[in-house]
Nanobody, 123 residues
Framework: QVQLVESGGGLVQPGGSLRLSCAAS????????MGWFRQAPEKEREFVAT????????YYTDSVKGRFTISRDNAKNTVYLQMNSLKPEDTAVYYC????????????????WGRGTQVTVSS
Protein backbone atom coordinates (compact mmCIF):
# COMPACT_ATOMS: atom_id res chain seq x y z
CA GLN A 1 0.00 0.00 0.00
CA VAL A 2 1.25 3.46 -0.92
CA GLN A 3 -0.24 6.68 0.37
CA LEU A 4 0.38 9.88 -1.56
CA VAL A 5 0.01 13.45 -0.33
CA GLU A 6 0.38 16.40 -2.68
CA SER A 7 1.37 19.91 -1.62
CA GLY A 8 2.59 23.17 -3.10
CA GLY A 9 -0.48 24.32 -4.96
CA GLY A 10 -1.85 27.84 -4.79
CA LEU A 11 -2.69 31.00 -6.67
CA VAL A 12 -0.10 32.34 -9.09
CA GLN A 13 -0.10 35.01 -11.79
CA PRO A 14 0.32 34.08 -15.45
CA GLY A 15 4.00 33.60 -16.22
CA GLY A 16 4.75 32.61 -12.66
CA SER A 17 6.09 29.36 -11.21
CA LEU A 18 5.05 26.75 -8.69
CA ARG A 19 6.68 23.56 -7.44
CA LEU A 20 4.38 20.73 -6.49
CA SER A 21 5.53 17.94 -4.21
CA CYS A 22 4.09 14.51 -3.65
CA ALA A 23 5.21 12.66 -0.54
CA ALA A 24 4.79 8.90 -0.52
CA SER A 25 4.58 6.52 2.40
CA UNK A 26 6.12 3.08 2.36
CA UNK A 27 9.53 1.58 1.71
CA UNK A 28 8.89 0.63 -1.91
CA UNK A 29 8.61 4.12 -3.40
CA UNK A 30 11.74 3.64 -5.47
CA UNK A 31 10.16 0.71 -7.30
CA UNK A 32 7.19 2.74 -8.59
CA UNK A 33 6.90 4.85 -11.69
CA MET A 34 5.18 8.10 -10.79
CA GLY A 35 2.87 10.38 -12.67
CA TRP A 36 1.18 13.75 -12.44
CA PHE A 37 -2.34 14.30 -13.75
CA ARG A 38 -4.69 17.27 -13.61
CA GLN A 39 -8.38 17.97 -13.78
CA ALA A 40 -9.74 21.35 -14.77
CA PRO A 41 -13.29 22.41 -13.90
CA GLU A 42 -15.88 20.56 -15.99
CA LYS A 43 -13.16 18.59 -17.78
CA GLU A 44 -11.90 15.06 -17.51
CA ARG A 45 -8.68 14.29 -15.70
CA GLU A 46 -5.70 14.34 -18.06
CA PHE A 47 -2.10 13.19 -18.08
CA VAL A 48 0.65 15.74 -17.42
CA ALA A 49 3.97 13.95 -16.86
CA THR A 50 5.50 10.66 -15.79
CA UNK A 51 8.88 9.49 -14.49
CA UNK A 52 10.43 6.06 -14.24
CA UNK A 53 11.32 4.46 -10.91
CA UNK A 54 14.98 5.43 -11.26
CA UNK A 55 14.23 8.89 -12.61
CA UNK A 56 16.08 8.19 -15.82
CA UNK A 57 13.06 8.44 -18.10
CA UNK A 58 10.48 11.20 -18.25
CA TYR A 59 7.59 11.93 -20.60
CA TYR A 60 5.27 14.93 -20.88
CA THR A 61 2.06 15.87 -22.56
CA ASP A 62 2.70 18.31 -25.40
CA SER A 63 1.03 21.28 -23.74
CA VAL A 64 3.56 21.37 -20.87
CA LYS A 65 6.78 20.40 -22.67
CA GLY A 66 9.50 22.97 -22.07
CA ARG A 67 7.58 24.50 -19.14
CA PHE A 68 7.12 21.67 -16.62
CA THR A 69 9.75 19.34 -15.19
CA ILE A 70 9.06 16.15 -13.27
CA SER A 71 11.72 14.81 -10.94
CA ARG A 72 12.03 12.55 -7.93
CA ASP A 73 14.13 12.01 -4.84
CA ASN A 74 13.91 8.37 -3.84
CA ALA A 75 15.78 9.01 -0.59
CA LYS A 76 12.98 11.38 0.42
CA ASN A 77 10.13 9.33 -1.09
CA THR A 78 9.05 12.42 -3.00
CA VAL A 79 8.21 13.31 -6.57
CA TYR A 80 8.12 16.90 -7.79
CA LEU A 81 6.54 18.89 -10.58
CA GLN A 82 8.28 22.17 -11.31
CA MET A 83 5.88 24.38 -13.27
CA ASN A 84 7.21 27.49 -15.02
CA SER A 85 5.63 30.00 -17.39
CA LEU A 86 2.21 29.11 -16.05
CA LYS A 87 -0.86 29.90 -18.10
CA PRO A 88 -4.51 30.29 -17.08
CA GLU A 89 -5.24 27.03 -18.89
CA ASP A 90 -2.97 25.25 -16.40
CA THR A 91 -5.57 25.92 -13.70
CA ALA A 92 -6.66 22.55 -12.31
CA VAL A 93 -6.47 20.16 -9.41
CA TYR A 94 -3.17 18.32 -9.75
CA TYR A 95 -2.89 14.69 -8.68
CA CYS A 96 0.11 12.44 -8.29
CA UNK A 97 -0.14 8.72 -8.83
CA UNK A 98 2.02 5.62 -8.41
CA UNK A 99 2.37 2.83 -10.97
CA UNK A 100 3.86 -0.58 -10.16
CA UNK A 101 4.82 -1.00 -13.80
CA UNK A 102 6.55 1.12 -16.40
CA UNK A 103 5.85 4.85 -16.80
CA UNK A 104 2.57 5.48 -18.57
CA UNK A 105 0.30 8.28 -19.70
CA UNK A 106 -2.77 6.11 -19.07
CA UNK A 107 -4.65 6.66 -15.83
CA UNK A 108 -5.63 3.00 -15.84
CA UNK A 109 -2.00 2.00 -15.28
CA UNK A 110 -1.76 3.71 -11.91
CA UNK A 111 -2.48 1.84 -8.71
CA UNK A 112 -2.46 4.61 -6.10
CA TRP A 113 -3.62 8.23 -6.15
CA GLY A 114 -3.32 11.27 -3.96
CA ARG A 115 -6.20 13.62 -3.17
CA GLY A 116 -4.86 16.47 -5.24
CA THR A 117 -3.72 20.05 -4.81
CA GLN A 118 -5.36 23.08 -6.42
CA VAL A 119 -3.37 25.25 -8.82
CA THR A 120 -4.98 28.49 -9.95
CA VAL A 121 -3.31 30.72 -12.54
CA SER A 122 -4.97 34.11 -12.64
CA SER A 123 -4.16 37.80 -12.55
Amino acid sequence: QVQLVESGGGLVQPGGSLRLSCAASGRTFSSYAMGWFRQAPEKEREFVATISSSGGYTYYTDSVKGRFTISRDNAKNTVYLQMNSLKPEDTAVYYCAADRGIPSSSQNSYNYWGRGTQVTVSS
